[in-house]
């Protein structure tokens, strides 16, 4: 079956509709259920993903290339991107884009540049997906959060959810806050005032009518929030390391703050974390970051399969 989704890119998450979003979700449970009962999958049989990541990463690259597999296609990729591959003799993306499709059916990249997925996407007549374009969007990271707030919670309208740390930085915090501002939650931004959300995100949600408030101390977002979710400083991000250092305690997340928290409070972080959440949070029954990581699998599976038509 081919949906809207068919032979698209996905680079920003407002490129996706709601409906689209859905669609997204209720394929990814599809494909949980099928895991879950150990099914072997063949949908995508004879496909190809590339990957190109231009910037470190474990989970998103591990988890498209598993769900690719899961899926039962094959996956080839630039190993060390930007040091091995033609980047380094000065390609551009645009020409790199150009042969992709002469080599895979889909691709993933990760690059430090705000923008540079796109550009990708431009000169490939293959679908591109985003795994994370410099301080821009990560908008597959958004999709598995929603999955997994989704899972936890039961649903998504109604909720309070404190996004908290580095809001400036954190690529995966501009596509969550853009993806939930579709839903009735009222979001809290917390951060350092030198880490805070920037206005060119903030400004269309307002806009939009997001319910939204800016505020400094996490202990007190977290009295009315259902959800939080913590996100590392962005070191690769800081011109100046001494402002790293002086931010980087900026907020952690302990035992007795969850504890002081609004009961059933749901821990979420991307990951990596260096020290946002303490240890002791791990087996609080809330902590959902490890199950949120292990999610990227069934999403990840979904949207290869919509986006090559397989699905
Ligand atoms: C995030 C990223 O790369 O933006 N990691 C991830 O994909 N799960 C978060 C981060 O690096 O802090």
């Known amino acids: 079956m081919t949906t809207s989704l068919f032979g698209r ?14 669609h997204v979700m209720q394929t990814a449970l599809k494909y949980s259920s099928a895991l879950e009962a150990g099914d072997l999958l063949d949908v995508m049989k004879g496909k190809i993903l590339a990957t190109l990541f231009y910037e470190p990463s474990t989970r998103t690259r591990l988890s498209f290339e598993t769900a690719m597999l899961r899926l039962g296609g094959l996956v080839v990729s630039v190993a060390e991107a930007k040091s091995s591959s033609s980047a380094a003799k000065g390609e551009t993306l645009f020409d790199t884009g150009k042969m992709i499709e002469g080599y895979s059916d889909v691709a993933v990249i990760r690059h430090p540049v705000v923008g540079s997925a796109k550009e990708l996407a431009d000169g490939s007549g293959a679908p591109v997906i985003n795994g994370g374009d410099g301080a821009g969007q990560h908008p597959t990271q958004a999709l598995l959060d929603l999955y997994t707030i989704l899972k936890e919670k039961g649903k998504v309208d109604g909720l309070t959810v ?34 805070a959300m920037p206005a060119e995100i903030t400004e269309p949600l307002k806009a ?3 319910h939204i408030s800016e505020i400094e101390s996490l202990a007190e977002a977290l009295n009315d929030s259902d959800v939080v979710y913590m996100t590392r400083i962005q070191k690769e991000r800081f011109a100046d390391p001494e402002e790293y250092e002086r931010l980087k305690g900026s907020y952690i997340l302990d035992r007795a703050m969850v504890d002081a928290a609004k009961i059933g409070l749901t821990i979420m972080h991307p990951l990596p974390r260096v020290n946002e959440i303490s240890t002791d949070v791990d087996d609080y029954a809330g902590a959902a970051y490890f199950r949120q990581a292990a999610n990227g699998v069934p999403v990840r599976m979904a949207l290869l399969a919509l986006v090559t038509g397989m699905a």
């Open 9 to 22: 890119d996905v680079i920003r998450i407002q490129d996706l509709s709601l409906n689209e979003v859905n």
């Open 208 to 210: 939009k009518g997001a």
């Open 162 to 195: 404190t996004l908290a740390g580095d809001l400036k930085n954190g690529r995966t915090v501009h596509s969550l806050s853009n993806l939930l501002s579709n839903y009735k939650v009222k979001l809290n931004f917390a951060s350092p005032k030198e880490l």
